[in-house]
Nanobody, 117 residues
């Protein structure tokens, strides 16, 4: 079992920045991938960015360049730096962890990011 807790969401003006953080606990040694997904109102959940324990990253093509994911294996955290935010970035952002072997998915409860125009 893995528990994920997000923090850092909030209201920001267009063009601004926010940093999200996710803290993992539980069976953290089994985590292969950590990442961020988002779900806007009326839309499906989509991948934002993902990172392996060795630091290999994968980004949504549409977000690469504005968003940056980082992982601290010692602190068991994964952060998402979001720059040049746009109103269309408004969504609930979810932290995700995928375990080695079983590929079981774990999710945080989400943190709301609202970008005003």
């Amino acid at each position: 079992q893995v528990q994920l807790v997000e923090s850092g969401g909030g209201l920001v003006q267009a063009g601004g920045s926010l940093r999200l953080s996710c803290a993992a606990s539980g069976s953290i040694r089994s985590i292969a991938f950590m990442g961020w997904y988002r779900q806007a109102p009326g839309k499906q959940r989509e991948l934002v960015a993902q990172i392996t324990s060795s630091g290999i990253t994968n980004y949504s093509n549409s977000l690469k360049g504005r968003f940056a994911i980082s992982r601290d294996n010692a602190k068991n955290t994964v952060d998402l730096q979001m720059n040049s935010l746009k109103p269309e970035d408004t969504a609930v952002y979810y932290c995700n962890a995928i375990l080695r072997g079983t590929l079981a998915n774990y999710w945080g409860k989400g943190t709301l990011v609202t970008v005003s125009s």
